[in-house]
């Protein structure tokens, strides 16, 4: 018979970030151990949380393991029996250790050759005497953002239990009962008030709210379905969609109360992600502000409200910004009028202190600023913001005029480059750094700048996202798109080539300098050019780098050329075809419309014959010197003629497609058609042949195929799999 297992990790507030990551990986872990320890379970394991618990349940857990058979494998049977045909004693060992019998001996055939073993059989344990190890499992396979050391023991001999938080109740239910489990404290910690930790059949409410008794107290559950209605009952929505479902629904109409709307474009999806897992009964409460910081930039408004309390814009029908703002609590007030009051007090501080700064800025130019610059550290290897500036500014006009061919933007891009890391030097970036260049933007369109200038410094950051969405989009940029993409690739450009110089290199997590997101930055660019700016230019990442760098950069680059056309859902095999050979020869717009025809073709027969057929093309081509001399062979085999054949005629359909940059459909059909040819001439012909000039001649038409199909892809990289 089946039981429900029902586990409850209760712990200090989690960081909202963590929360849905941990709430999945909870449920992926316990399907594994309960996988590994042989228990079976048959429904979907299901996940909850809020910020001070992470639960998982099962359905139906079977009440026992199910029976292990398994061939312990012992000595070769020639170190097992002797020329007699009796056990050595080698041989008896093993089986004495096996606590088996002679008859019980198999002998088993491996690569490595014969081998004695023993069959054994062992009967599975039930489930309750299983399920602790299950739990420790789960606890020590647990992996957070950063973990905390908090003086907690398991009994499993593997030392300290290190965890995203400090545990402070474990609910373990199997079928109703306590499974019984301990997390004991460390010998210097443990104390009256540092106490080991049991599991039981208690979960807590909400810390501050109760239908009835004290507040946060514990509640005493029999199964899932009783564990959810109580918590309900004690304020605890433990489903991570009820919440947002209800955030979503409460402000909206408190906002209409208040006579506008949620600013959904201005908050984004993040906050309204985010909000959901700092609160574990949500509630909406609202507040406004003095008209007279309506006077600030929206930006200043929203990023005060947003992103320092997360607080809900609200706008009128035409988009303006009203004084008012909306609140997820965590709790019902008694006297939200009360509450209503502090929040205004707060936010009106921020608010300010933001105009007090805004009205300082603005007392001397943004060139005023950028003067500064000196005194603000960019890597103490390689110097300044100014200097930074200085070589934004040369790079963004040589990019402009040479590479975008835009000469006429090239004043605009060198002024926009020196401008763009100006705010730094603000005192409103010192105190909201979400603002940087967007408040260098607001401070030159106020003082007159070109909208080519001050747009280029305003979304100089951007992009940030891989997405053909991701902003700005080429309304945002108007006629500063030009200006703006060299600028933008400039400083990016800079900051990756810089720090690689000065051996800053992201190593698996940890990029402290954002070089990922500043190359996915450029690829993104070149990838989406024609939309964003309105230039066909098919870019290569050299056309970009004046400099001689490192193999190590060009690795990095090429990676994340690969990267960005994969999160476009690109097929990893087909990314890496497009993207072969000399990474700074490799043109991201190319690939992407390369990509956008290629899964036509990679299914047909003719294709898969070409593709599994290029690797041996390669292999045999590099016989041949590309710097000697020509020795006249002539093809005279029907097959090697065919195929020369082949080769003259998908050449002009080819090269026509790389001038053009359009027409890869043609290409690549064309040169899926050449399969056939290809397999005919390995099934007829030797290639490396006695005759030096006919071999010659065989290897140079392989040569050419070979130099015809890379300028479409390598599509050996194409095979598939085996299955």
Request: include cysteine.
């Amino acid at each position: 018979m089946d039981r429900e297992l029902l586990l409850e990790i209760g712990m200090e507030e989690i960081p909202a970030s963590w929360l849905p990551g941990l709430t999945t990986q909870l449920g992926t872990v316990l399907e594994a151990k309960l996988k590994e320890l042989r228990l079976s379970t048959e429904d979907p394991i299901e996940t909850f949380s809020t910020p001070r618990r992470l639960t998982v349940r099962s359905a139906h857990i079977s009440e026992r393991q199910t029976d292990l058979e398994e061939l312990v494998t012992g000595p070769p049977v020639s170190a097992a029996f002797g020329p007699d045909g009796a056990l050595t004693p080698a041989g008896a060992g093993f089986v004495k250790k096996q606590n088996a019998t002679e008859d019980q001996i198999e002998r088993v055939k491996t690569p490595k050759g014969e081998y004695i073993g023993v069959r054994k059989h062992q009967r599975g344990k039930a489930a309750v005497d299983v399920l602790p190890e299950v739990l420790n499992n789960v606890l020590r396979g647990m992996s957070f953002p950063k973990s905390m050391r908090w003086d907690a023991m398991l009994g499993d001999g593997k030392g300290e239990l290190p965890f995203g938080r400090p545990i402070r109740w474990i609910l373990y239910l199997y079928g109703g009962r306590v499974v019984p489990s301990t997390t004991g404290r460390s010998p210097l910690a443990a104390g009256p008030r540092v106490q080991e930790i049991s599991t039981g059949a208690s979960t807590y409410g909400h810390r501050f709210l109760t239908t009835s008794g004290r507040p946060g107290r514990a509640v005493k559950v029999k199964h899932f379905d009783d564990y959810r209605k109580r918590l309900a009952e004690h304020f605890v929505m433990i489903d991570r969609n009820e919440r947002p479902d209800r955030i979503a629904r409460e402000p909206d109409a408190e906002a209409r109360r208040r006579g506008g709307r949620i600013a959904r474009s201005l908050v984004g999806q993040g906050m309204l992600d985010e909000v959901p897992d700092l609160v574990e009964y949500p509630v909406v409460a609202s507040g406004s502000f003095a008209d007279e910081f309506l006077r600030l930039p929206e930006e200043v408004l929203t990023t005060t409200m947003i992103h320092h309390q997360h607080f809900f814009p609200v706008t009128n029908d035409q988009g303006k910004l009203l004084p008012v703002f909306l609140a997820v609590l965590n709790m019902e007030p008694d006297q939200p009028d009360v509450v209503s009051r502090n929040m205004e007090r707060v936010l009106t501080a921020r608010l300010r202190d933001a105009q007090f700064f805004y009205q300082s800025d603005r007392q001397q130019p943004l060139a005023a600023h950028q003067k500064r610059l000196d005194t603000v550290l960019f890597h103490k290897k390689i110097g300044t913001y100014l200097q930074k500036s200085d070589r934004v500014a040369e790079r963004a006009a040589q990019i402009a005029a040479n590479v975008l061919k835009a000469p006429q933007a090239e004043a605009f891009a060198r002024e926009a480059g020196q401008l763009c890391k100006a705010d730094q030097a603000t005192d409103m970036v010192r105190e909201l750094t979400e603002l940087q260049g967007t408040m260098g933007g607001i401070y030159a369109r106020e003082h007159g700048r070109p909208e080519e200038v001050w747009k280029a410094t305003y979304f100089h950051y951007l992009p940030v996202g891989v997405e053909a969405t991701a902003p700005p989009t080429k309304d945002q940029l108007g006629k500063a798109a030009i200006t703006w993409a060299s600028v933008s690739l400039a400083d990016k450009l800079d900051t990756v080539i810089s720090m690689f110089g000065a051996g800053e290199r992201p190593t698996g997590s940890r990029d402290p300098y954002g070089l990922r997101r500043a190359a996915q930055g450029i690829v993104r660019i070149l990838v989406d050019l024609p939309e964003l700016t309105g230039l066909d230019l098919r870019l290569t990442l050299g056309d970009l780098v004046t400099e001689k760098p490192e193999d190590a950069f060009w690795s990095f680059m090429i990676d994340r050329v690969r990267f960005v056309l994969e999160q476009r859902g690109y097929d990893p095999r087909n990314v890496r075809a497009v993207t072969h050979g000399d990474a700074a020869q490799v043109s991201p717009l190319v690939a992407k419309r390369k990509l956008e025809t290629l899964p036509e073709f990679t299914e047909s027969g003719d294709f898969k014959q070409l593709a599994g057929l290029f690797k041996r093309v390669r292999n045999i081509a590099k016989n041949l010197d590309a710097s000697a001399p020509d020795l006249g062979g002539k093809l005279t085999e029907p097959a090697e003629v065919a195929l020369a054949k082949e080769v003259d005629r998908v050449a002009p359909v080819v090269e026509a497609a790389v001038a053009s940059g359009a027409g890869y459909r043609q290409a690549f059909a064309e040169a899926a058609k050449a399969g056939p040819a290809v397999a005919k001439f390995f099934d007829d012909v030797m290639v490396m042949t006695d005759d030096a000039k006919l071999r010659d001649a065989r290897l140079r038409l392989l040569r050419r195929l070979e130099g015809l199909i890379l300028q479409l892809a390598d599509v050996s990289e194409i095979v598939p799999e085996e299955k």
